[in-house]
């Protein structure tokens, strides 16, 4: 389960029993945090949290200040510095060498556009998108308001604010033909705002050949990161819901029939069925298509054979996407630790990153941090509101 599933299921019970609450959200950050832009926290009126803001330094407070805000009906945006390694206040000391800034919503159950609502709107419907938030806004008292929001899908569907809609759609396009979050400057009819453009990705979807005990692992690691998995199998006494309860799809489909399906193009597809003409049927489909990753599971000897026996045009340049052996090199030897070794290659794949040792590396750990066109005034820090 995603934490975005687990903030709907939360938001959803406190909602039934009419319990206040307000959602706490990383809007931007300077330097160096445990928690990017987009992340969230819900927080109830007596206390409760769903989520996190941070690695715990930041929870204690930013859960008393939301229960501020939901007590005085506002807003409120703050500033975190914890470059100050001689201010002990809220335990912060030393922390992650950055500053964070959070913001502080009461959440009003029945508005159908509340943030949380707009994120259910992409939940339900996962495509790519861009929910762009306002933060800061000019203090001479025109109409735009910290809070207000536009969600861009990749269809062209427009929900928030119509106040705002013309000048944050037209750079959330922008953001959304890129890829990436951005923090920008926008002028804007009511006056010059600033707004986090979070680009919002549908899960990954994984196509698991084999419905072996093997899958079992694989499946539920996959499924704690939140992804998307169907599983596929010939063997109906395998192929059960019941053995793969975390899985979206099960999928009964004989070796005869897997040649004539039409692969999810888009998806990571790994083969564990260790059985030689299943895997050939399945790279049969699969080598031709333009998937981002193909694995299969066992020596290269078996690999090397499967690819000379299959008969497919331009088949040198389909083989060299072919990972076999699967996975990472972790040292793994059990199911869960060569499952392990196969999310995490799927996860290097995805990101485009060499896997390497973070110390190894000079890099940017987020390789999507948000791009900044301006630098903030820290107009709210630490202890004010």
């Known amino acids: 389960m995603t934490e975005l599933q687990r903030l709907l299921l939360a938001y959803d019970r406190h909602r039934a029993a009419a319990r206040p609450c307000a959602l706490a959200t990383v809007v931007e950050v300077l330097g160096s945090a445990y928690r990017r832009p987009g992340a969230r926290m819900l927080v109830t009126e007596d206390g409760e949290l769903t989520g996190a803001i941070s690695g715990g330094c930041l929870e204690g407070d930013a859960r008393q200040r939301a229960r501020q ?45 509340n943030p949380v609502e707009l994120l259910r709107g992409f939940a339900q419907h996962p495509e790519p998108a861009v929910l762009a938030t306002v933060f800061e806004t000019d203090t001479s008292g025109l109409k735009a308001t910290v809070g207000q929001r536009v969600l861009l899908t990749e269809a062209g569907a427009l929900r928030g604010t119509p106040l705002l809609a013309a000048p944050l759609a037209e750079a959330a396009r922008a953001a959304l033909a890129q890829g990436q979050s951005q923090i920008l400057d926008v002028e804007t009819a009511a006056g010059p705002v600033r707004a986090l453009l979070e680009a919002l990705r549908p899960p990954l979807r994984l196509v698991v050949y084999g419905a ?53 193009a888009g998806a990571y597809h790994v083969l564990l069925s260790h059985n030689y ?47 076999s052996p699967i996975g990472l090199t972790l040292g793994g030897e059990t199911p869960e630790e060569i499952a392990l070794a196969v999310v995490a290659e799927i996860q290097a794949v995805k990101s485009g990153r060499r896997p390497q040792h973070l110390r190894d590396t000079t890099a940017s750990i987020h390789a999507d941090s948000p791009k900044r066109a301006a630098q903030p005034t820290d107009s709210q820090p630490v202890g004010q509101m």
């Open 69 to 113: 805000a939901i007590f005085r009906g506002q807003p409120a945006l703050v500033t975190y510095d914890t470059r100050d390694e001689d201010d002990p206040r809220h335990g912060l000391g030393p922390g992650c060498q950055g500053v964070v800034r959070i913001l502080l919503e009461p959440l009003d159950f029945a508005a159908p556009d």
């Open 212 to 264: 072996g005990n093997d899958a079992q692992p694989l499946v539920h690691l996959a499924a704690s990161l939140g992804w998307h998995i169907t599983v596929v199998d010939g063997r109906p006494n395998l192929a059960t819901a019941a053995r793969f309860p975390e899985a979206a799809e099960v999928r009964i489909v004989p070796v005869r029939e897997l040649e004539t399906q039409h692969p999810d």
């Open 277 to 323: 003409a299943y895997d050939l049927a399945a790279l049969h489909t699969l080598l031709p298509t333009a998937a981002p990753y193909i694995g299969l599971l066992g020596p290269r000897a078996k690999a090397g054979r499967l690819l000379a026996d299959l008969e497919l045009p331009g088949l040198e340049d389909a083989a060299s996407r072919l990972y």
